[in-house]
């Protein structure tokens, strides 16, 4: 039977750091059995049932770790969603470094004679009171041809190369 509810209270943002490090070590003593018991306590699911014994660990420690610590940030999350669009649309992707973008943030660009202003987002861009996963598709947006977004808005490498046509 899958409980819906942790059974043994996850660490906190509070939880001493003796208190996480305690619970790390503890897993390498747990059973199969006993980490599929702790990964249902805290993922409140069962564990996929061909998962290895070291990935069981690993997982049930990144969530001890993530729920004491705090999880990944939204700027993380997001280069995680792009590049897994990317690698599902395009069957591979770059791992370079992108442009860091704070929430907040507006870009502007000079194209064909108009100004375009766009706001950064927590999950992803605002032009025109419309929301865009990506630099991408607003540069898209606004020339009609498939641009490089971050070059398009002199963000990414060679950003003041050819691309300054507008």
């Not at 660990?57 to 993530?66: D, G, M, S």
């Not at 929430?103 to 025109?128: I, K, T």
């Not at 630099?135 to 606004?142: E, G, K, N, W």
């Amino acid at each position: 039977m899958v409980q819906n509810r942790p059974l043994a209270a996850p660490p906190t943002p509070a939880a001493a750091p003796a208190e996480v490090a305690r619970r790390l070590d503890r897993l390498t003593t747990l059973s199969s059995d006993q980490l599929r018991a702790e990964w249902r306590q805290l993922y409140w699911n069962p564990p996929p049932s061909r998962l290895s014994r070291d990935l069981l660990q690993r997982a049930v420690a990144y969530k001890i770790q993530e729920l004491a610590l705090g999880g990944l940030s939204p700027m993380v999350r997001r280069r995680l969603q792009t590049l897994a669009r990317t690698m599902a649309e395009e069957g591979e992707t770059s791992l370079r470094a992108g442009p860091s973008l704070k929430p907040g943030a507006r870009l502007l660009r000079q194209w064909r004679g108009e100004s375009h202003c766009v706001a950064v987002l927590e999950d992803g861009f605002l032009y025109r009171d419309r929301r865009y996963r990506s630099l991408t598709a607003v540069a898209r947006a606004i020339t009609g041809a498939h641009w490089s977004g971050p070059r398009f808005f002199g963000l990414g490498s060679g950003a003041h190369s050819e691309d300054r046509r507008g």
